[in-house]
């Protein structure tokens, strides 16, 4: 397949043991391609907002590429980049919310995200099955304000009842969904 | 309990808008719902795909800390910190720019000699930052520097040498060198600027199109040096 990069001209012969690190100076380009797009829904899913998960993936690939051995297996690399980027997530959560960090090695461990296919939406599954797990009414709250996209006002309108209603409900259910995803 | 339930729906009011949400204090419970709202989130088809624009800046950043060099596509050599470490025919260097540069310099250049000034080049607040050794920007040569925080190019314009920022006001994209063009391109958008930083895109109008910032530069014992503010 064509890449999307054009291969590195090196400009200053004189620099090169310095700068030619490795023997295979695009390897680690192919890696942080074939991962970068697993290890952002992974911080994603674990931050719900395009900001921090940006932040979180960059500082991840920051720290792990450096030390990685490129010649390691493709599942040894994504382990090894999965369990950076979940060390960053827990500081994340340790220093903006003061989270318990077992807590958080917990939910970011679980196994169904790290052994995902490429191509396998996650996010959307595992959505789903939160939702699943829930009463009817609780569900369709969550659904429709976080799938959907709907305000408190339009959820309330379409599930007929007042916003304040919808506001308790969305509580109770977000309150209940923790309870039964991360017990 | 209802102030927290209030930091709860802050959190999910700012996902929900795609928003940084806000810090807070969290008890177990809490947290374990704003992972759950983040979880629902992701789980919006098509949320949690990274942007390709973020995918190819943190492929730039990342490329710069693996072997300092970028745009490369570009034909421009980058400046690495190796590379300046490596020392330079300073005085050699100064003659060779001649004496045109020494009219713009702000601060007088000094003795010949004392390249191990480019010892330290980590740009701390408020400082001058050796980018590159005179000798390396002949006209028509654009180069690439990149010291900490800052980006840019280094531009001998002949009668002076100037820098400008390498990263575009439109969209922060980082600009590579167009050397046949004599121009930086943004990759991100159509996008261009002279040399000078001021913007040429048929694409927008000027007025929409900022230029670039200049860096004040000065030259000292043959070096390009860059204020970091």
Same mark, same amino acid.
């Given at each position: 397949m064509q890449q999307p990069w054009e291969p590195r001209v090196e400009q200053s012969p004189s620099t090169s043991p310095a700068i030619h690190v490795l023997g295979e100076p695009?390897?680690?380009?192919?890696?942080?391609?074939?991962?970068?797009?697993?290890?952002?829904?992974?911080?994603?899913?674990?931050?719900?907002?395009?900001?921090?998960?940006?932040?979180?993936?960059?500082?991840?690939?920051?720290?792990?590429?450096?030390?990685?051995?490129?010649?390691?297996?493709?599942?040894?690399i994504r382990s090894y980049l999965m369990a950076t980027a979940r060390s960053v997530l827990a500081e994340h959560w340790t220093l903006h919310y003061g989270c318990d960090v077992g807590l958080l090695d917990?939910?970011?461990?679980?196994?169904?995200?790290?052994?995902?296919?490429?191509?396998?939406?996650?996010?959307?599954?595992?959505?789903?099955?939160?939702?699943a797990a829930l009463p009817e009414h609780y569900r369709r709250v969550l659904e429709l304000r976080f799938l959907r996209g709907y305000s408190v006002r339009e959820t309330a309108g379409a599930m007929g009842i007042t916003v304040t209603n919808a506001k308790v409900l969305q509580h109770r259910a977000l309150r209940r969904a923790a309870q039964e995803e991360l017990p | 309990?209802? /102030?927290?339930?209030?930091?709860?729906?802050?959190?999910?009011?700012?996902?929900?808008?795609?928003?940084?949400?806000?810090?807070?204090?969290?008890?177990?419970?809490?947290?374990?719902?704003?992972?759950?709202?983040?979880?629902?989130r992701a789980g919006r088809p098509g949320a949690d795909?990274?942007?390709?624009?973020?995918?190819?800046?943190?492929?730039?950043?990342? /490329?710069?800390?693996?072997?300092?060099?970028e745009g490369a596509a570009a034909g421009a050599p980058l400046v690495t910190r190796r590379r300046l470490l490596g020392g330079a025919a300073?005085?050699?260097?100064?003659?060779?720019?001649?004496?045109?540069?020494?009219?713009?310099?702000?601060?007088?250049?000094?003795?010949?000699?004392?390249s191990s000034t480019t010892a330290e080049l980590v740009p701390a607040?408020?400082?001058?930052?050796?980018?590159?050794?005179?000798?390396d920007v002949p006209v028509g040569r654009p180069l690439r520097f990149s010291a900490g925080a800052l980006?840019?190019?280094?531009?001998?314009?002949?009668?002076?040498?100037?820098?400008?920022?390498?990263?575009?006001?439109?969209?922060?994209?980082?600009?590579?060198?167009?050397?046949?063009?004599?121009?930086?391109?943004?990759p991100c958008h159509p996008a261009w600027f002279g040399l000078d930083g001021k913007p040429m895109s048929a694409s927008y109008a000027p007025a929409a199109l900022r230029p670039l910032p200049a860096l004040r530069t000065r030259v000292v014992d043959g070096r390009v040096q860059v204020f970091t503010a």
């Open positions: 695009a390897g680690w380009e192919e890696v942080y391609r074939e991962h970068v797009g697993p290890v952002y829904r992974y911080c994603y899913a674990r931050t719900g907002n395009r900001a921090d998960a940006e932040d979180i993936s960059e500082q991840a690939f920051l720290r792990a590429l450096p030390r990685l051995r490129l010649r390691a297996s493709a599942p040894e917990e939910e970011v461990a679980s196994p169904e995200v790290e052994e995902r296919r490429p191509g396998e939406d996650a996010g959307v599954s595992r959505a789903a099955r939160v939702l | 309990m209802r /102030r927290r339930r209030k930091d709860v729906e802050g959190y999910v009011e700012a996902i929900l808008q795609d928003r940084r949400p806000p810090r807070f204090g969290a008890e177990d419970e809490e947290a374990r719902q704003l992972l759950v709202a983040s979880a629902l795909a990274p942007r390709p624009e973020f995918v190819e800046k943190l492929q730039r950043r990342l /490329r710069r800390e693996m072997d300092g060099q300073v005085a050699a260097a100064a003659a060779a720019l001649g004496a045109g540069v020494d009219r713009v310099v702000d601060r007088s250049i000094e003795g010949s000699g004392g607040a408020g400082d001058w930052v050796d980018v590159a050794a005179v000798a980006e840019g190019f280094v531009v001998n314009h002949g009668d002076r040498i100037a820098a400008v920022s390498a990263i575009c006001t439109h969209l922060p994209c980082t600009l590579n060198l167009n050397q046949s063009a004599q121009r930086l391109d943004c």
